[in-house]
């Protein structure tokens, strides 16, 4: 045992780290309480997600204490997002080694804190025990919509258009960095890269701009074929993607013409938290301005048909081998 743990034991480490970022809800009575107590905004569902992540898993245990606690909530404010929903609260269940230090835990609540001024979310509870195990981070969020106006993935069309934000495969590209890897890449793409496995940049604000507009939504967390492949099978209906229309950044780009990474491995490569939708033609320039507004690119990079599945094809329109696609826990 340290000499924190001594001082402390748990109700020290709520009191001090966490209850300082509940203040912003009067429901959550500073954490000295069983549970929290939230009035939805009138007219509103409440949308209800959670997401663990574990050291070894999600991250590296040894990643910094700010990318971790920011991983922890953003992957949960990706599945907001991808369901139209505007970010509320959150409880935040930690599972911490026992000898997790102060600094490590100021730098995270540090984190925390200013993730919740970005997005407009408080921590509204929790659970804080020790753990001889890997650190493990569970995350409840809570967020609002105009009644029964949730995305789902059932909407989806024959004709709509499929879209995606951001780019594509970065973020696996950052996980084998981080294994030690040789991209061939200069130290400047490299840290871009990991950055973007490390720390996910939640589509929040188009997201919010996605009830008037899509058919159907998720966020991609496991590859974009296996994700797409959810919406193929929850809407009954058939996703051709073309592979070339696909954003890649520049450095995924550079990585890609070296050799060292294919249009298949970023097609299928986990952890971007980006969104990919189903839209009418019809809302092509709507979602532009959306896309303008919210500070956002998207890419539209296929179509909704009749059939079942996921179907990529290459520049010449031959249909690329995916097997295995997305990454499965067991
Ligand atoms: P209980 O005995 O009812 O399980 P706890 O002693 O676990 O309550 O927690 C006391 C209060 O602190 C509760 O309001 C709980 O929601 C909050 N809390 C505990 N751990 C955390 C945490 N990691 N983050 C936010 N709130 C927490
Ligand atoms: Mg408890």
């Given at each position: 045992m340290t000499r924190d743990q001594k001082r402390r034991g748990e109700f020290e480490i709520i009191k001090r780290?966490?209850?300082?970022?509940?203040?912003?809800?009067?429901?959550?009575f500073g954490l000295t309480d069983d549970a929290a107590a939230l009035t939805p905004k009138a007219g509103h569902d409440v949308v209800v997600t959670t997401d663990a992540i574990v050291a070894g898993v999600h991250?590296?245990?040894?990643?910094p204490p700010d990318t971790i606690a920011r991983k922890a909530l953003r992957v949960n404010l990706s599945d907001l997002a991808a369901k139209g929903a505007t970010p509320r609260a959150y409880l935040l269940t930690a599972a911490f080694?026992?000898?997790?230090?102060d600094d490590w835990l100021k730098s995270f609540v540090a984190a925390l804190k200013a993730d919740q001024a970005r997005y407009g979310i408080t921590l509204v509870g929790g659970d804080t025990v020790a753990t001889p195990g890997p650190l493990t981070l569970n995350v409840v969020a809570l967020g609002e919509i105009a009644r029964g106006r949730t995305v789902t993935r059932a909407g989806a069309k024959i004709g709509d258009d499929v879209w995606v934000t951001g780019t594509i495969g970065d973020a696996g590209l950052g996980l084998r960095l981080s294994k030690?890897?040789?991209?061939?890449?200069?130290e400047r793409q490299r840290d871009a890269l990991i950055r973007r496995y490390r720390v996910p940049d939640p589509r929040v604000a188009l997201g919010q701009g996605l009830p008037t507009l899509a058919t159907a939504c998720l966020d991609v967390s496991d590859g974009l074929i296996a994700d797409v492949g959810h919406i193929a099978d929850v809407s009954k209906v058939q996703i051709r993607i073309n592979?070339?229309?696909?954003p890649l950044s520049h450095v995924s780009r550079a990585a890609m013409e070296s050799g060292r990474t294919s249009l298949t491995e970023i097609l299928t490569?986990?952890?971007?938290y980006e969104l990919a939708f189903t839209a009418p033609p019809a809302h092509r320039q709507h979602l532009i301005e959306l896309a303008a507004k919210a500070k956002t690119k998207i890419a539209r990079v296929g179509e909704v048909a009749r059939g079942k599945g996921v179907v990529a094809r290459d520049e010449s329109g031959r249909p690329l081998e995916i097997s295995a696609a997305g990454y499965r826990h067991f």
């Amino acid at each position: 045992m340290t000499r924190d743990q001594k001082r402390r034991g748990e109700f020290e480490i709520i009191k001090r780290f966490f209850a300082p970022l509940s203040q912003k809800e009067a429901g959550a009575f500073g954490l000295t309480d069983d549970a929290a107590a939230l009035t939805p905004k009138a007219g509103h569902d409440v949308v209800v997600t959670t997401d663990a992540i574990v050291a070894g898993v999600h991250f590296l245990p040894g990643d910094p204490p700010d990318t971790i606690a920011r991983k922890a909530l953003r992957v949960n404010l990706s599945d907001l997002a991808a369901k139209g929903a505007t970010p509320r609260a959150y409880l935040l269940t930690a599972a911490f080694p026992h000898d997790i230090g102060d600094d490590w835990l100021k730098s995270f609540v540090a984190a925390l804190k200013a993730d919740q001024a970005r997005y407009g979310i408080t921590l509204v509870g929790g659970d804080t025990v020790a753990t001889p195990g890997p650190l493990t981070l569970n995350v409840v969020a809570l967020g609002e919509i105009a009644r029964g106006r949730t995305v789902t993935r059932a909407g989806a069309k024959i004709g709509d258009d499929v879209w995606v934000t951001g780019t594509i495969g970065d973020a696996g590209l950052g996980l084998r960095l981080s294994k030690g890897d040789d991209l061939g890449l200069n130290e400047r793409q490299r840290d871009a890269l990991i950055r973007r496995y490390r720390v996910p940049d939640p589509r929040v604000a188009l997201g919010q701009g996605l009830p008037t507009l899509a058919t159907a939504c998720l966020d991609v967390s496991d590859g974009l074929i296996a994700d797409v492949g959810h919406i193929a099978d929850v809407s009954k209906v058939q996703i051709r993607i073309n592979a070339t229309d696909v954003p890649l950044s520049h450095v995924s780009r550079a990585a890609m013409e070296s050799g060292r990474t294919s249009l298949t491995e970023i097609l299928t490569a986990g952890d971007d938290y980006e969104l990919a939708f189903t839209a009418p033609p019809a809302h092509r320039q709507h979602l532009i301005e959306l896309a303008a507004k919210a500070k956002t690119k998207i890419a539209r990079v296929g179509e909704v048909a009749r059939g079942k599945g996921v179907v990529a094809r290459d520049e010449s329109g031959r249909p690329l081998e995916i097997s295995a696609a997305g990454y499965r826990h067991f």
